[in-house]
């Protein structure tokens, strides 16, 4: 079983819709949950971080992290094209090296 | 956040030569990582190279095979050695950043590799 486990999708929405992007976890002791965008041809570039549970909000985009489900989220409010990239989630353990362990990434197109 | 430069973008190569991947970072970091990341699949962290001593290598990746050097603390290479065609992949460095939002790791734009 991969320790970060996420659909790869692709997840095609209209420009507007609400989109959620969702991983689960199986080791425990992550502690930082992140999400990465990736556009084609680039490098991955951090849109969020949460620490432990809850919830954290930037703009359009919401975080959300459920330790007791080992479940994380990412929602995406009002969808633009440009939006348009791969998802990726990753985690985490401090002291651990800071290792990022990674989801296989979920493929989203925001169509006009 | 710091800025990455990782040369070069592609390169297509025969299977059995070698191939040097440049990660240049306009700001001295300890720690940097290098990942592959192959189609479908999650980034796989290679190895990290700390400046002054050996890289550390993760389960399934050897010396041999990826050797790394980190001169001082703005600089790394990769190399990925006699290749195959499953060595095709994108070959990506990182550092570990704060990025004003909390911890974080910026990465290079990557290197689509090809092996042919």
């Known amino acids: 079983q991969k320790e970060v486990e996420q659909d790869p999708g692709p997840l095609s929405v209209p420009e507007g819709a609400i989109v959620s992007l969702n991983c689960t976890y199986s080791n425990s002791a992550f502690q930082y949950f992140m999400w990465y965008r990736q556009y084609s041809r680039k490098g991955p570039e951090l849109l969020m971080y949460?620490?432990?549970?809850g919830n954290k909000e930037d703009g359009r985009f919401t975080a959300q992290v459920d330790k007791s489900s080992k479940y994380i989220s990412l929602f995406i409010r009002d969808s633009q094209p440009s939006d348009s990239a791969t998802y990726l989630c990753?985690?985490?353990?401090?002291?651990?090296?800071?290792?990022?362990?990674f989801g296989t990434g979920t493929q989203l197109k925001v169509e006009l | 956040s710091a800025v990455i430069s990782q040369k070069p973008s592609r390169d297509i190569c025969q299977r059995g030569t070698s191939l040097t991947i440049q990660c240049q970072v306009d700001?001295?970091?300890?720690?940097m990582f290098w990942y592959r990341q192959q189609p479908g699949q999650s980034l796989t962290l290679i190895a990290t190279a700390n400046q002054g001593s050996e890289a550390t290598y993760e389960s399934g990746f050897v010396i041999d095979k990826f050797p790394i050097s980190r001169p001082n603390l703005t600089f790394s290479t990769l190399t990925v050695s006699n290749m195959s065609p499953e060595d095709s992949s994108i070959y990506l460095c990182s550092v570990e950043d704060t990025l004003g939002r909390g911890p974080g790791y910026t990465f290079g734009s990557g290197t689509r590799l090809t092996v042919v």
């Open positions: 990753a985690s985490f353990v401090t002291g651990g090296g800071n290792k990022l362990t």
């Open positions: 700001s001295q970091v300890t720690m």
């Open positions: 949460t620490y432990s549970s």
